[in-house]
Structure formats: structure tokens, C-alpha cells
């Protein structure tokens, strides 16, 4: 059992659409990590975050360490946003992925 | 600014072979790591450097091998491969171990297919 679920697996948006990407965790966490994974390849790393919400342009990611979930949200969605999202938490010395929500934003 | 330099970026191998894939680093992190990523399953751990000088296993870390031959480079061997070892490979850094929380900077992969 995979202790990072994400949901919805795949999710496809209109352009200017609001997208919410949910991750669930079942493990105690130092921090947990949004990434995000180009058509081509290639992870980024967009936020690192233990507490609360952060903001980088049009994304948001928030954290509630009580329920064990995180939300990243794209606002005004973009073709340019389509990607693999992927969540990890940090836990016990360890980095855990899940499996990773692919984003399709059409024009 | 190269940030996590990875090579190769495709390999082609027979089974039985063996290859090397190399990483390299210019952030002067501390901490580096290899994954694998197949289809419909998150990253997992190979094996993991968390400082110079000590590497430690991972997830899946059965058929690799790893050297840190400095605190810049970090390579991941494969003995003698075989096709379930046919993935995408993604070297990584970062400044600190991740159980304490510090971002990962990622290589652009290696696709790695044994026939």
C-alpha cells in the first residue's frame, strides 16, 4: 500500500480553469514536497512546505498536518501547465512519492 | 548554471551487460540520490548518498551499485542488467537529507531499456 495517494490520477482543463490536486498521507512528515514533471521529462521541484500555504505565481500549495492532506492549486490554468504533479513527504529520513497526477490543460 | 547534470540520456543494452550512469552536481549539496520511475508508480529509492563518503540503500537497490567518488559526483552501475531493469533513471540532489526537508534538484533522466 502506497503511503502517498494522490487523486485524480489524470484530469484534463479547459484554459483559465481552477485545477486542485488532492495528496493524502499516512505517515508522520517533516515536510512534503510538490514537484512537477515536464512533457519532456524533467522533474522541478515547486514547493517545500510543513505548515500552512505558500504561493509562487499561479500555483498554491497548502498543508494540513492534522488531516494528513495537501492541495496544490493552478489558477487561470495554462497549456504551458500541463504536466505530471507529483507529491512527497519527507518522513523519517526517507522521501515517499506518489504516483503522480497528469495535468492537461487544453486551449 | 548546471545544477544536476546527468548522462547518458537513452541506453540500449542487451542483457548481461553492464553500464555506468553518471551524475554530477555544481550546487555543493551534501546529499544524492538515484530513483527509478516506471509507468503508473512514483519515483523509488535506489540508493542514496546522504554526505560524502557514505552511501547508503534504498528502496530497491538489488542488481546496483553506487560509488560517491567526491562530493560533486554520484554513479550508479549496473552489473550485469537485465530487462527488469528497463526504466527511467533520475539522479538527484539537495542540500541537506530529505527527512529533514530540504528541496531535491533532479537530473533530466536516463531511459534505460534492456532487450
Known amino acids: 500500500k502506497n503511503e502517498v495517494e494522490q487523486s485524480p490520477q489524470n484530469l484534463t482543463a479547459q484554459e483559465g480553469e481552477f485545477i486542485t490536486i488532492n495528496c493524502s498521507y499516512s505517515?508522520?512528515?517533516?515536510?512534503l514536497h510538490w514537484l512537477q514533471q515536464h512533457p519532456g521529462g524533467g522533474i522541478v521541484s515547486l514547493f517545500m512546505?510543513?505548515?500552512g500555504k505558500k504561493k509562487h505565481g499561479r500555483l498554491i500549495a497548502t498543508i494540513n498536518i492534522q488531516e494528513k492532506h495537501s492541495s496544490l492549486h493552478i489558477t487561470a490554468s495554462h497549456p504551458r501547465d500541463s504536466a505530471v504533479y507529483i507529491c512527497?513527504?519527507?518522513?523519517?529520513?526517507?522521501?515517499?512519492f506518489g504516483a503522480g497526477t497528469q495535468v492537461v490543460v487544453t486551449p | 548554471n548546471a545544477g544536476v547534470t546527468q548522462t547518458p540520456k537513452f541506453q540500449v543494452l542487451k542483457t548481461g551487460q553492464s553500464m555506468t550512469l553518471q551524475c554530477a552536481q555544481d550546487?555543493?549539496?551534501?546529499?544524492m540520490y538515484w530513483y527509478r520511475q516506471d509507468p503508473g508508480m512514483g519515483l523509488r529509492l535506489i540508493y542514496y548518498?546522504?554526505?560524502?563518503?557514505?552511501?547508503d540503500k534504498g528502496e530497491v537497490p538489488n542488481g546496483y551499485n553506487v560509488s560517491r567518488l567526491n562530493k560533486r559526483e554520484f554513479s550508479l552501475r549496473l552489473e550485469s542488467a537485465a530487462p527488469s531493469q528497463t526504466s527511467v533513471y533520475f539522479c538527484?540532489?539537495?542540500?541537506?537529507?530529505?527527512?529533514?526537508?530540504?528541496?531535491?534538484?533532479f537530473g533530466n533522466g536516463t531511459r534505460l531499456t534492456v532487450t
Open positions: 548518498s546522504a554526505s560524502e563518503g557514505t552511501t
Open positions: 505517515v508522520g512528515i517533516s515536510a
Open positions: 512546505l510543513s505548515s
Open positions: 512527497a513527504v519527507s518522513s523519517w529520513g526517507k522521501l515517499q
Open positions: 538527484a540532489s539537495s542540500e541537506r537529507s530529505t527527512g529533514i526537508g530540504s528541496p531535491l534538484h
Open positions: 550546487m555543493n549539496h551534501n546529499s
